[in-house]
């Protein structure tokens, strides 16, 4: 408790006279450090975000063995811990620390310095949740949610260059980690950069962008020769990803079947597939041939589900809709010559953020109504000289939360986070344009989900911490707006 009172020197002299036979105790000090601040302090929140905060800055330790290794705490912004092993490796006991204990514990730690918006220093423990999810345990769909979670912080700190880099990286990634090849690759790396010293050399580290466009810190938003190019392919990286992600499944687990039971299975399978191409035939007439293709496909995906789940492709959608608006939010002045190209970009932004609203509904059993394109009636052309009709822009579908079938899924953590991110993004830019009667508007519906007694009723913990902080969250915006409109009318 003494160390805790003074974390700072501590962490510091543990990080800069660190000795390998002290490496295996980092993570029970760690684990000790989220447990006092989730169970001893939880009435006191000044303990702890001090247990937070030295259980973040001792995080950086397990990578001091690594040639490049991050000297501060803003250089695991970027960094991709190929270099991770040797002397100062993890050295993780399963039998005394298990997956997911690590991660109950990292995930805890996270969770106060995101409350106390300490994003960059977070970064070392997203970055070594990162490293346990590849290496450790193998999982791409966790490392997925990991790095989602260091493009937060790489964002709300405005370092758009390294969460581009971050963000590009994606893809090559979980293929290394989905086909096993992940450490293989960390061994390559170690033992080829380490032939060569001159590698580590500042001057001739940089960025990798897989291909990507770069994006440039140094440079405005709107900058016609790298930036918006690079906008351009991270507002499209979404719905690329879920082409990409398609294409990695799980397999669901099987149950024992007798010879009986297999046989019957067979034959029920067989029959199923007979109906089917005949209803097509008949349906489609000579289409039918191309449809036991299909059937046999629609079979074969029966016993597998996709390994990123619904929630995780609305979060990338909305992360990289916050990369949009952040970017559009950095000049507020509207006198500047590229306000106009600012506005153009947040409007981007909001499109991309009400696409996730519309992903993030449809995991709902009563979703709004989708109109394919094909449907829509074409638009008449206007006769020569006649003005262009005004079409009125299609109001956004309205979905009840609140009823039973969709009351068990707004109840869901996952679902809630979602639903606040996506609220208080939009919020924060209409406070930017000063557009305070939609903040209202919308912190109004808001207050009347929060204070639903169906809501409210049945709320497991977790749920429970994100209705507070959704509750202290629209509080602070509309502390922010109030204080504007207060100036405003006192001019």
């Not at 002290?22 to 006092?36: D, K, M, Q, R, Y």
């Not at 969460?163 to 893809?171: E, P, Q």
């Not at 947040?346 to 449809?362: N, R, V």
């Not at 869901?412 to 996506?422: E, P, Q, S, T, V």
Request: aromatic share 8%; hydrophobic share 45%; with cysteine.
């Amino acid at each position: 408790m003494d160390a805790c009172t003074e974390w700072k020197t501590v962490a510091a002299d543990a990080v800069a006279y660190l000795e390998p036979r002290l490496v295996p105790g980092i993570l029970p000090a760690i684990t000790a450090l989220s447990n006092l601040s989730h169970f001893a302090a939880s009435q006191d929140w000044d303990a702890k975000a001090g247990y937070a905060r030295m259980a973040a800055e001792l995080c950086r330790i397990p990578f001091q063995g690594s040639f490049g290794h991050p000297v501060t705490v803003v250089g695991f912004a970027a960094y991709e811990y190929v270099e991770v092993g040797g002397t100062f490796s993890l050295g993780l006991r399963k039998e005394a620390l298990s997956a997911r204990d690590l991660s109950s514990v990292l995930q805890e730690v996270l969770q106060v310095l995101i409350a106390e918006k300490q994003y960059i220093a977070a970064l070392p423990v997203a970055v070594l949740l990162e490293h346990f999810y590849a290496v450790y345990v193998n999982d791409a769909s966790k490392w997925f949610s990991a790095r989602l979670l260091r493009l937060r912080f790489l964002i709300n700190s405005h370092l758009f260059a390294e969460a581009a880099a971050m963000l590009a990286s994606i893809r090559i990634t979980v293929q290394e980690i989905n086909n096993q090849i992940f450490a293989d690759v960390l061994r390559s790396e170690y033992s080829k950069r380490t032939a060569n010293l001159k590698d580590f050399e500042t001057s001739e580290n940089s960025l990798n962008f897989h291909g990507f466009v770069a994006y440039l810190n140094n440079l405005a938003p709107d900058d016609e020769t790298r930036n918006t190019a690079a906008l351009q392919w991270i507002a499209a990286f979404p719905k690329e990803f879920e082409t990409f992600a398609k294409g990695f499944k799980i397999a669901l687990p099987q149950p024992v079947l007798n010879p009986e039971e297999q046989a019957a299975e067979l034959e029920r399978k067989a029959k199923a597939a007979e109906e089917a191409v005949a209803a097509a035939k008949k349906a489609k007439g000579a289409k039918g041939k191309a449809e036991p293709e299909s059937v046999v496909e629609a079979e074969d995906d029966a016993g597998f589900e996709p390994l990123f789940s619904h929630y995780q492709l609305t979060e990338l959608h909305i992360t990289c809709a916050h990369f949009l608006l952040e970017a559009a939010m950095l000049e507020g002045r509207s006198t500047v010559p590229h306000a106009t190209k600012l506005q153009r970009l947040g409007g981007q932004g909001l499109e991309a953020l009400g696409q996730a609203k519309t992903l993030l509904y449809h995991t709902l059993p009563t979703p709004p109504p989708v109109v394919p394109a094909a449907d829509a009636a074409p638009a008449a052309k206007p006769a020569k000289g006649a003005p262009v009709p005004v079409v009125a822009a299609e109001p956004p579908p309205v979905v009840n939360l609140l009823t039973p079938e969709n009351l068990k899924f707004v109840k869901n953590a996952d679902f809630l986070k979602l639903y606040g991110r996506i609220l208080l993004l939009r919020n924060a830019y209409n406070i930017h344009i000063r557009s305070y009667k939609e903040v209202r508007t919308a912190c109004s519906g808001v207050l009347d989900l929060l204070k639903s007694s169906a809501l409210a009723q049945g709320l497991d913990g977790d749920t429970r911490g994100v209705f507070t902080q959704l509750w202290f969250a629209r509080r602070d915006q509309l502390i922010t707006v109030a204080g504007r409109m207060i100036l405003l009318f006192s001019l």
